[in-house]
């Protein structure tokens, strides 16, 4: 199955853009998908088919694509935001695949 | 809103097959529209894909896992069930169960809080 590759953390100060990447030669044909995961709870959709927000999620969280690299902005970082983020696409063996995961530390 | 809930025995010997339900709050499994599934993670480690199940009975299962596992679906009672059978400590994770869309780019858009298993003698 394709892979997603994702970098193991990011850092920002409160109130500046946080950026998260998520790169795999799959993603030129296939939407993806951003979860967010507070430790001890279970993820929660903040992104779907690349760019679209659920309702009741923030909106500095936007994601954006280009190419085979797919990118979780979050403008304005707050400390609530401290998480692990994880990036999901599809590929034909797998219907559902994530990548390694971000840990996103707001300082 | 839908809700999610796992449930089944936290720990299980080594060779043994672990069970888990899902029971589902808020929404038909039978109305269609969405597939059931089952999704893993080990302590401090990533989300790995088990596999999902449609009102219908028809499953799709991650290759890494496809021979050890089993997962169905009850409509009658709103839930669906993971075996994953011949398990070994590396199968201790957080199980959750979850709703995942019908459409091409199948996101997950409802989670169980999650239930450890742990793998053990």
């Known amino acids: 199955s394709d892979e997603l590759t994702q970098p193991p953390s990011v850092s920002v100060s409160p109130g500046q853009a946080a950026r998260i990447t998520c790169s795999g030669d799959?993603?030129?044909?296939?939407?993806v998908q951003w979860y967010q995961q507070k430790p001890g709870q279970a993820p929660v959709l903040v992104i779907y088919?690349?760019?679209e927000r659920p309702s009741g999620i923030p909106e500095r969280f936007s994601g954006s694509s280009s190419g085979t690299i797919v990118t979780l902005t979050i403008s304005g970082a707050q400390a609530e935001d401290e998480a692990d983020y994880y990036c999901?696409?599809?590929?034909?063996?797998?219907?559902?695949?994530f990548g390694g995961g971000t840990k996103l530390t707001v300082l | 809103q839908v809700q999610l809930q796992e449930s089944g025995p936290r720990l299980v010997k080594p060779s043994q097959t672990l069970s888990l339900t899902c029971t589902v709050f808020?929404?038909?499994?039978?109305?269609?529209?969405?597939?059931w599934s089952w999704i893993r993670q080990p302590a401090g480690k990533g989300l790995e894909y088990i596999g999902r199940?449609?009102?219908?009975?028809?499953?799709r299962y991650n290759p890494s896992l496809k021979s050890r596992v089993f997962i169905s679906v009850d409509s009658s009672k709103n839930e669906f069930s993971l075996r994953l059978v011949d398990v070994t400590a590396a199968d201790t994770a957080v199980y959750y169960c979850?709703?995942?869309?019908?459409?091409?780019?199948?996101?997950?858009?409802?989670w169980g809080q999650g239930t450890l298993v742990t793998v053990s003698s």
């Open positions: 979850a709703r995942e869309a019908t459409s091409g780019s199948n996101w997950i858009d409802s």
């Open positions: 808020g929404a038909s499994i039978s109305s269609g529209g969405h597939y």
């Open positions: 199940v449609f009102t219908s009975g028809s499953t």
């Open positions: 799959g993603l030129l044909k296939q939407h």
């Open positions: 088919k690349d760019s």
């Open positions: 999901q696409s599809s590929d034909t063996s797998v219907p559902v695949i």
